[in-house]
């Protein structure tokens, strides 16, 4: 995939060396600030990405302001097109689409003020965009190279990157109120593209909600867990200044909600109920979002390794990718956010440079928790073609009280041909 994105290299580093020391650096489990250098004095680490030592960040630095957007869409094609010949990411469910605000905590920098949710004010920032599969949860497209006045049309620019990732439209797409205006609605509705979305809820439109009838209001039970599931629906045909086609306006009260939820949509053949449960669904995008924050980095823009924000997104999504597939294959942690899950992973390796034949080993823990290393994954002995096609085998030392533990030597890695 890196190589068919056409990403820049050195003399020295090829750009997959540059890229996986950028994602190791992103998937270590603490701060990129206390991070960058520290990792480039382990050798084992090196070792994972086919060299002696992770670069160190002046590398990192500056090989991330080389590279340009039409390589990271190139990626993230290549992930999409990776993850549907397994069977995730076919879209038939639709996608979740959503901005994220990056606040920047440092010098004054040539930044649009956006606002952050975290601060609950507009700040310096940079806008991101994601777009989420629905049904296997997977972020499929992220774009952090926007301006306000470009914003609107990041909905179609998507619609564009899935066209050439699945040869066809994409299917439903669900997003709030201010991700778009009625001009791109317009323009996804000409080219066949459903979509569902919020709208606002004027004072005028409000008092005409409220004036009608009770018998213009059906009531309807939502087989979800949780509260408010006998929601209050009225929909209705209607038109809005430029969109040519009609509209079907749905709204929706007794939701826990002061004023009723108005929904719109070009699908005039779904059930109501069912159009306002799919909306509901559209959270897991910011659960998503909420993962990678506290797993990936994603907000760590201020920091020691200051990377170009767009890079940064992209490897976000491919960390994001990997993580969920590792869970898939690990018992009761198929649901796990990346932070707890990584978290309870060993953490100590070291290369023992004294045996022809490198081995990993690491100390059991003292206490009873269970840990991932100790799940029943499928027995394979894959190649590692970062080793030179060797096999890398692990090995765990007998159970040790604390104070033998703390008397050990650092673990090894053991690699055989």
Known sequence: MVAGAAYPGTNVLSPFHSLASLLLVKRSRTGRAANAFPLGADPGLGLMVGLNAVPKATHLTSYSERVRRSSNVALLQGLARQCRQIGLCTGEAGFNLDFHTIGHHGDQVPLEEHYVASRSQPTRS????????????????????????????????????????????????????????????????????????????????????????????????L??????????????????????????????????????????????????????????????????????????GLNALASGLPLNVDLDTTLTVLAGNAYRLLARKLPRYEQATPRPALASLPRQHRQDRRRTRPRQSR??????HPRPHRRRLPRARPTRPLVGGRTLRFGFPPRRTSTQLSELTLPRIEASR
């Open 126 to 221: 940079v806008l991101t965009f994601f777009a989420q599969d629905h049904s296997s949860t997977e972020i499929v497209y992220a774009n952090a190279d926007l301006t306000k006045a470009d914003q609107a049309g990041e909905v179609i620019a998507f619609a564009d990157y899935w066209k050439a990732v699945a040869g066809s439209e994409p299917g439903l797409l669900v997003f709030d109120s201010k991700v778009t205006i009625y001009k791109t609605l317009d323009e996804l509705a000409a080219r066949g593209i459903t979509f569902l979305t919020l709208r606002a809820r004027g004072r005028k439109l409000l008092e005409a909600l409220a004036a009608l009838p009770s018998s213009a209001w059906s009531t309807y039970n």
């Open 223 to 296: 087989k979800r867990a949780g509260r408010y599931r006998h929601p209050q629906i009225h929909e209705e045909i209607i038109g809005l200044e430029g969109i040519e086609i009609p509209l079907r306006q749905i709204a929706v009260r007794n939701i826990g909600h002061e004023h009723p939820t108005l929904l719109i949509t070009n699908d005039l053949a779904t059930a109501a109920k069912d159009l306002f449960g799919r909306y509901a669904e559209r959270t897991p995008i910011e659960n998503e979002l909420d993962a990678d924050i506290s797993g990936f």
């Open 363 to 368: 100390p059991r823990r003292a206490h009873l």
